[in-house]
């Protein structure tokens, strides 16, 4: 799976130096009793009303990839609530499946609220099915990033997560793109996930999604010390950038 997006600007609620404001996307329109077209995309950028809440807790290793553009339902024949798009910040879309009911799935959504899912029920040829072997697993309480490779323990690492004041959301999440600013800054890669800050609506004319990025201090590991978003020491960073999109991540107090 492709895992590198050419971007001019990053997008995520990071702590210290604010990235670089990226061009907002076109408004979307509300769902309703409206028609395919009139839907609002299921983006990093957008909120989705009326879509299922995802409560789960382990790590879904089936991913899909979007190759025609996705009607989003609230249940299985039920209510149209978005479009899900080929792409995601210049990188296909891949998102996990965490469940099945006949030819519906339901997958894990990168819009706003946190834990947005939704159905879709792929015609053939519309998707491209896979398995991921890894998964990534923050905890918080401990500051500690752990990296796993099917049964293998790929690293654990210390790593810098949210204040009090700007923590970390958890639940269960998804490595959405992986960045590579074209400018210089605190991180030669930048990973938004599938989950936004609760506390900032914005940063730095972004939407506020979460990612895992690098920085420059390692005295900050092991810290509360962002605004959101994990901090990850440099050779975790190379580990995490051969992760395939649309991978789990999971993120626990």
């Given at each position: 799976m492709p895992v590198t997006a050419l971007l001019l600007g990053v997008l995520t609620a990071c702590g210290g130096e604010e990235p670089a404001a990226a061009p907002p996307p076109p408004a979307g329109q509300a769902a309703g009793k409206q028609g395919p077209?009139?839907?609002?995309e299921a983006t990093t950028y957008t909120r989705v009303a009326g879509a299922p809440r995802d409560t789960g807790t382990t790590a879904a290793n089936s991913v899909i990839r979007v190759l025609k553009k996705q009607v989003v339902y609230d249940r299985p024949d039920g209510k149209p609530v978005a479009m899900l798009p080929i792409t995601q910040l210049g990188a296909p879309t891949w998102v996990p499946v965490v469940e099945t009911s006949g030819e519906w799935r339901r997958v894990l959504l990168p819009s706003r609220p946190n834990g947005t899912s939704g159905?879709?029920?792929?015609a053939e040829g519309t998707v491209r099915s896979a398995k991921t072997p890894y998964a990534v697993r923050v905890e918080l309480g401990a500051r500690r990033l752990r990296l796993t490779n099917g049964r293998t323990t790929v690293g654990t690492w210390k790593v810098a997560v949210g204040t009090a004041k700007h923590p970390t959301p958890t639940g269960r999440t998804f490595l959405l793109a992986v960045l590579?600013?074209?400018r210089g800054g605190y991180s030669p890669l930048i990973m938004p996930l599938g989950s936004h800050s609760n506390t900032l609506e914005t940063f730095g004319g972004g939407p506020g999604t979460v990612g895992l990025h690098g920085w420059p201090d390692a005295k900050v590991f092991g810290q509360a010390v962002t605004?959101?978003?994990v901090r990850v020491p440099s050779d975790a960073l190379r580990a995490l950038a051969k992760v395939p999109l649309?991978?789990?991540v999971l993120v626990t107090a």
């Open positions: 077209a009139k839907l609002p159905w879709v029920r792929p590579k600013p074209q605004h959101g978003c649309g991978s789990p």
